[in-house]
């Protein structure tokens, strides 16, 4: 059974938080959102917490901007 060893905070889908402690029997859709591994006593061994999660897209970075009227040279 997976056990926590500190206090973490959980979002559900519907927004509402929820708060577990070690104390705490931890349900397994909130044992999915819970990835930080130093969180766990013992970690969860269900299979969708052994499921590797989905892929991240890549953070959209802004592009660089140069300065108005620096660049040029002077005369």
Not at 16 to 30: I, L, N, R, T
């Amino acid at each position: 059974m997976a056990t926590l060893k500190a206090t973490v905070h959980v979002t559900d889908e519907s927004g509402s938080a929820h708060v577990f402690g070690p104390a705490d029997e931890v349900p397994e859709w909130a044992q999915s959102l819970i990835t930080n591994p130093k969180a766990w006593a013992e970690a969860p061994t269900s299979a969708s917490r052994l499921a590797d999660p989905a892929p991240k897209a890549p953070a959209n970075r802004a592009t660089s901007r140069r300065k108005a009227g620096g660049g040029g040279t002077s005369q």
